[in-house]
């Protein structure tokens, strides 16, 4: 009976932690002074490595949606349905004064780790730097496989997330030339490309797409410091290096790539072991 106590008394603390590191980052992401992404270059190519896997005509959840930044991008696609959901009032503020012009842009208050109901016929699910939020691998783990239940069985999920693999070869490089390591932000948990493949595939989810931005965290994160470690998310070169056409000459996808992205499909006649 003690045993069983302490047992209990663990899971209660568990949760009571998870609970506070939960509101934490809801705090943070409430502050009307954050911003989802300073580098609005890099953000933009995000929302084109996204928008170039989305079909006109479609219905689509936006996770964990932010401002909106690439949902407003993603609702100008010919005939789609954007459910756009986030956790935070302050970002859904910013979202709804960004959309006003927009009625195919549904905004829904949600917490991902809470009791919620949404519709089950997406054609695709986004999560762009969302999951990366959810500070454990089980709380990711739970939110995917939700995920899994919205999907239409022709639907797909996109993922462009925090990349461990991208973020140790970045720092690689970096350390050959006497840079510090870029740490992971204390309020996110980047994915083992690995891992996340296999716990797909384990759940009838095949990668059909992988995709980064390496080209961008090379240039502007490994090269760029070399010569000039003032940061100014702003520069000229930033800029420059951000165009997809500069981006194809090297060619360089998650190769380096603090983000990646993942596009997975449901696929029935895969045998779950």
């Known amino acids: 009976m003690t045993r069983l ?7 209660k603390i568990v949760k009571i932690m998870a609970k506070s590191k939960n ?52 609702s100008k696609i010919k005939g789609v349905i954007i459910d756009a959901a986030d956790f935070s009032d302050t970002r859904l503020k910013k979202a709804k004064q960004r959309l006003q012009s927009k009625s195919n842009v549904h905004l829904i208050n949600v917490d991902f780790l809470g009791k919620y109901c949404l519709d089950h016929d997406y054609d695709y699910i986004i999560s762009q730097r969302f999951l ?36 140790k070869q970045l720092n690689d490089f970096r350390k050959k030339f006497g840079l510090k390591p870029i740490p992971v932000k204390w309020h996110n948990l980047f994915f083992d490309n690995k891992k996340l493949v296999n716990f797909m595939r384990l759940h009838k989810f095949e990668l059909i797409d992988e995709d980064g931005l390496g080209e961008i965290f090379l240039l502007t994160r490994g090269i760029r410091p070399i010569f000039d470690n003032k940061l100014n998310w702003n520069h000229s070169f930033n800029k420059i290096v951000c165009k ?30």
């Open 244 to 273: 997809s056409k500069y981006m194809k000459l090297l060619n360089l996808k998650d190769k380096f790539s603090r983000l990646k992205l993942w596009v997975f499909q449901k696929n029935e006649n895969k045998v779950k072991y």
């Open 132 to 167: 990366i939020n959810l500070l454990e691998w089980k709380f990711q783990r739970k939110v995917l496989l939700d995920f899994m239940n919205m999907i239409k069985p022709t639907g797909y999920l996109i993922l462009l997330e925090g990349c461990i693999d991208g973020v």
């Open 5 to 11: 106590k302490c047992t209990l008394n663990d899971l």
């Open 23 to 74: 509101l934490k980052i809801l705090k943070y992401w409430n502050n009307k002074d954050i911003e989802s992404m300073y580098d609005k270059y890099l953000l933009n190519a995000e929302i084109r490595l996204i928008s170039q896997r989305l079909s006109p005509d479609s219905k689509i959840l936006d996770a964990g949606c932010g401002e909106c930044e690439g949902t407003l991008q993603y």
